[in-house]
């Protein structure tokens, strides 16, 4: 059990395997992942040899998204969504398949225990290297899930030398869970635009992007991948937000 408020400030540590991984979630869904990981970081969990189980409550839940107290059926939706929602993870000589969560069991007096595989307890919590610090002040502050999903990556690359990141259009649609069918001009309007828009506004990193393009011959040239650069921002709240 959590048995002090969890900070909603400082430090969340995700590991880049987690970052780069393909997981499509909401932004309310990324985030109780961030609150698994900090808890898990605290030390404040059962593990088995099979699973990590987190305790805790509807009210802490509510009170780290930044909810009311009758957001009840809301988390519970939530939490059915990483249910439902699968994460491959890379290992030397294989890759493994995993439901993020796959037991949540609900108490008459508010408590909630979440059960996680113990195969994501490395992506959580005891990295030493190869993992990225995220700033959890910023991270609920934002409410796109691609703001979110392009804020971990400006922070994974941000702490290297070479600031910058090119994916081709199916690995960014598959990374990011865009929809198969959008066009680069969808993506930019829908994705991409307010996506920056938000972590100029809300952020202390930001990003700029340029399409890279190939002519095959026949009509204008295509879309091949988007090139994504890490920036330094000076916050700016918009006065219309």
């Keep these: 059990m959590a048995k002090r408020k ?40 059962k593990v088995t040899s099979q699973t990590v189980l987190i305790k805790t409550t509807i009210t802490a839940l509510a009170e780290f998204l930044g909810l009311g107290a009758d957001s009840h059926r809301f988390i519970r939706s939530t939490l059915q969504e990483l249910q439902k929602t699968l994460i491959t993870l890379q290992k030397p000589h294989s890759v493994v398949d995993l439901v993020l969560m796959y037991r949540a069991e609900y108490f008459e007096d508010g408590r909630i225990e979440l059960t996680f595989a113990k ?23 934002l409410r796109s899930k691609y703001a979110l999903r392009i804020y971990e990556l400006c922070m994974m690359l941000h702490n290297r030398d070479y600031k910058r990141k090119e994916y081709t259009l199916k690995e960014l649609k598959e990374l990011w869970g865009i929809p198969p069918k959008h066009t680069w001009g969808q993506i930019c309007e829908r994705v991409l635009e307010p996506a920056k828009k938000e972590l100029d506004e809300k952020c202390k990193i930001s990003f700029k992007y340029q399409a890279k393009f190939k002519a095959d011959g026949v009509g204008r040239p295509r879309v091949e991948s988007v090139i994504i650069d890490v920036v330094e921002n000076r916050p700016q709240p918009s006065l219309f937000s």
Excluded: C, W
């Design 6 to 45: 969890l900070k909603t400030h400082g430090l969340v540590k995700l590991d880049n395997n987690l970052i780069d991984a393909r997981l499509n979630l909401s932004a309310q869904g990324k985030k109780i992942v961030l609150f698994a990981a900090k808890v898990l970081q605290q030390n404040e969990v």
């Design 119 to 141: 195969d994501l307890q490395p992506l959580f919590a005891d990295m030493k290297e190869k993992y990225t610090g995220l700033l959890l002040g910023e991270v609920l502050r």
